[in-house]
């Protein structure tokens, strides 16, 4: 695709995430379905929406401190914010290029003037990139712009800050701007230098390979599957706390299963698992990852959920702010609104009730999130626990 056609699909891939409020993953699969882009295309679309996306409070930062008073909006915003985070993070890429590339596309859609403003603002950029790589906050930033350099929303900022403290929220920013690391769980070690570098869970591998996962030897084989370090660690606890009881082979029920990753861990691990969904479209995602990699897992429509057996094991990862997932999904932190949280934790508690109705006497509720707030964690937790306790005594 022609370079500058490009460049304004990466502009109306974060309109759509931005104004419309579309997850960048639903949007990116939107205009792939649609739309004629080859691999290489395909892979440049990612990596700027979301490292626009990533960098999005600090690229906004640099270009209002250069703007000044004449700070640009809409669709001019957006389109200087990928080229100034192309400029700065994608060091090897000529900056004349981009900024040629952007004032093209700003002169086809805003007009000559702002495309000489933009031709201004981005030669600056360019000219200090690598002051603004190593871009230190300023000991007198107020709190609005501390948000800004942290690139968090600044309601997200506020709440991390009272419950986690300013040094956490600056590591905890920090790791999120970085590159998200490609884990993958592999069925065969025999031959394991094939898959990448072991982690800490067996059968885990960091991948190193540079090309699409869905082109990946073996993938369509279903010798692999994608799940961050993180969740197949938990998939390794849990089953070795309920396997302590209940032997290896219990049952579980994951409540909240697509894309699929947890019950085919739990699967490839000898467990008998059934698996459900609500989110229709998520749920053809989780028929579609456990066909290939793990078909011995039952799937079920929520709606036959009545007629299933009490379980050894029932797993809850709740739908939640997504405020732990950040480095690897950076719309979050856009998309998400502070009013959401008590609108999530009257889910999350549905469900832990639900959930806890199909646990066997005696078996275990798992309940996890991908969230660094404590509503939605250990204080949500102490509301549930007398309301689980009240529901049935016996099953602890």
Sequence with gaps: MERVALREAALRVLTRVLSDRKTLEETLEDF??????????????????????????????????????????????????????????????????IVSETVDLIKRKEGQAPAKFANALLRRVADHAKEWRAMEL?????????????????WLYKRLSKSHGRDWVMAYAKASLERPVTWIRAKDSADASKWGE????????????KCAIPERAGFNEGQFFVQDISGQFLVSEICREVAAKWG???????????????????????????A?????????????NIKRAAPGVQIIEKKNLP??????????DAPCTGTGIIRRHPDVKWLRRE?????????????????WGKVKSGGFLAYTVCSVLPEEGPLLLEKILPMVWNLRKDRY
Excluded at 138 to 154: G, R, T, Y
Excluded at 307 to 316: D, F, K, R, S, T
């Design 276 to 288: 459900t969904d609500k989110d229709e479209r998520r749920f053809k995602m989780l028929r579609e």
């Design 248 to 274: 290896e082979k219990f049952t579980a029920l994951d409540l909240c299963a697509a894309p699929g990753g947890k019950s085919m861990g739990l699967a490839w691990n000898g467990v008998q698992v059934t």
């Design 32 to 97: 792939f379905r649609s739309g004629d882009f080859d691999p290489q295309d395909k892979a440049w679309l990612q990596e700027v929406c979301s490292g626009t996306l990533r960098y999005k409070g600090r690229l906004e930062l640099i270009i209002d401190s250069i703007a000044l008073k004449k700070k640009p909006s809409g669709g001019l915003r957006k389109t200087l914010l990928i080229g100034a985070y192309q400029i700065i993070a994608q060091e090897k890429v000529e900056p004349a290029w």
């Design 307 to 316: 007629g299933l057996p009490a379980q050894n094991l029932v797993w809850v």
């Design 339 to 355: 009013e959401d949280i008590a609108k999530l934790n009257s889910v999350q508690k549905s469900l832990c009730l639900e959930g």
């Design 138 to 154: 300023n000991p007198a930033a107020k709190e609005d712009e501390i948000a800004d350099f942290c690139s968090l929303p600044f």
């Design 198 to 209: 072991p982690g800490i869970i067996s059968q885990s591998y960091r991948t190193t390979e």
